[in-house]
């Protein structure tokens, strides 16, 4: 089940009017809680016929809540990655990069990113404005 996000480009630039940092929280706010993984249940070394019994029981259990949690993972990362995409679409707007020559874009935009996205999406911002004021 994939679930549609809410907000678009223009949605958002209406929103936060040019304010990258809200923005970011914005988007961020909006993002899903990632779930939780099941615990997987172990056999202990010193064990009988019931202990056996009761690890067959749990671990059918297990990889039951495990397909589970599988496909919500993938739903929570298809949901968040779209999120996503409108933010950097919007940063890349704010910054000026859909200004520059198409066949430029991409290599500045991999220059910001790759400098700042350790540190966020602001610094990847800020880096991006840098970039593009020298053309």
């Not at 549609?4 to 923005?23: P, S, T």
């Not at 016929?49 to 059918?60: G, I, M, P, Q, R």
């Not at 910054?95 to 066949?103: Q, R, T, V």
Request: net charge negative.
């Amino acid at each position: 089940m994939t679930r549609e996000i809410d907000i678009d480009l223009k949605k958002l630039q209406e929103i936060c009017g040019g304010d990258v940092q809200k923005a970011i929280d914005t988007i961020k706010a909006k993002e899903l809680e990632w779930p939780k993984s099941p615990k997987k249940p172990y056999l202990k070394n010193q064990h009988n016929a019931t202990d056996v019994f009761e690890y067959a029981k749990e671990l059918s259990n297990y990889e039951k809540d495990k397909k589970i949690y599988d496909l919500g993972l993938k739903d929570v990362q298809e949901y968040n990655n779209k999120l996503e995409c409108v933010l950097v679409e919007y940063i890349q707007e704010e910054a000026g990069l859909n200004n520059l020559p198409k066949d430029k874009r991409s290599k500045v935009w991999n220059l910001a990113w790759e400098r700042g996205h350790a540190s966020g999406f602001y610094e990847v911002y800020q880096n991006l404005v840098d970039l593009v004021d020298l053309f």
